[in-house]
């Protein structure tokens, strides 16, 4: 395995884990300011232009589709990261409050992060025992 696709994943997992864990401590704080990225336009297009440079980063350094599943789970976290960051610069800014209103975060808020702590779990996991 590349030592690229271990720090990648410890990177990825800590990360993960360190973002699930404070946002669930502090739910009110962590849905009250994605609210307000999303109803602040200006920050909304910075927020969407740094995460598709930290995805095209990730494309363009780790496009490997063989050799495990860590190294391919970090690939599709990039591809992710790179498609989410394209699609929300062309939508307008109410297409995006739209996609958010439609993806009741609020009410699905334990389950969107039990699903970033799991992922930086495996990633974590992973990429230390590599």
Do not use: D, Q
């Not at 740094?50 to 980063?57: D, E, V």
């Not at 495990?68 to 409050?97: D, H, K, N, Q, Y």
């Not at 992060?113 to 990429?127: D, E, K, Q």
Request: glycine share 10%.
């Amino acid at each position: 395995m590349s030592p690229l696709t271990i720090f990648l994943a410890k990177l990825l997992g800590l990360y993960c884990i360190i973002l699930a864990a404070a946002m669930t401590a502090r739910k009110a704080s962590a849905v009250a300011a994605v609210r307000a990225l999303v109803a602040n336009p200006p920050l909304l297009l910075l927020t969407e232009v740094l995460g598709l440079a930290g995805g095209l980063a990730m494309v363009l350094g780790h496009n490997v589709w063989s050799g495990g599943a860590l190294a391919v789970v970090v690939t599709i976290i990039g591809w992710v990261m790179t498609i989410r960051g394209a699609v929300l610069l062309v939508l307008s800014p109410e297409a995006v409050e739209k996609l958010f209103a439609a993806l009741r975060y609020e009410k699905l808020f334990y389950f969107y992060m039990g699903g970033t702590l799991v992922l930086g779990l495996y990633l974590s996991i992973a990429g230390f025992a590599a």
